[in-house]
């Protein structure tokens, strides 16, 4: 081999090296937090394309979370549908790399309370107002 493509063959390592680096492969921890009040429970289905967390039923004041690693594409989507008497269904995306790479880092919270749904800002330590319900 010459040394023209052992140079290239080794600038080439490097590159695909940097772009693994630059996606985060931390584990992120999601939760989605039950504030509808008045006891009313939270039905709620989240899921990836690979991993099927199941139906859980979490109760007024409840939460749910997980824990996963982002993956090296930096294309990692968990996504959720949702109910309770006054919504029975709403879908929305838990975890969207493209959305929440910097917005959450490694947790992100939902809070679903009677008026919407609010997720936490890491970089600013604010709950902001995220979703309406559809009337």
Known sequence: MHAPAVIG????????????????????????????GNGKNLTL????????????????????GWDFSVNVWGSTLFYCDMGWDAVQQYHFDAYSFDRDFARCETQCSWLVS?????????????????????S
Request: glycine share 14%; aromatic share 12%.
């Open 9 to 36: 063959n080794a600038l080439v390592i490097l590159l695909i090296l940097s772009f693994c680096n630059s996606v985060r492969t931390d584990n992120v921890h999601v939760s989605v937090k039950n504030r509808l």
């Open 114 to 134: 009677g008026e919407g749904m609010y997720g936490l800002n890491g970089e600013t330590g604010f709950w902001e107002f995220a979703y309406d319900w559809p």
């Open 45 to 64: 289905h989240c899921q990836s394309k690979d991993t099927d967390l199941g139906e859980q039923n979490v109760g007024d004041g409840g939460e749910f």
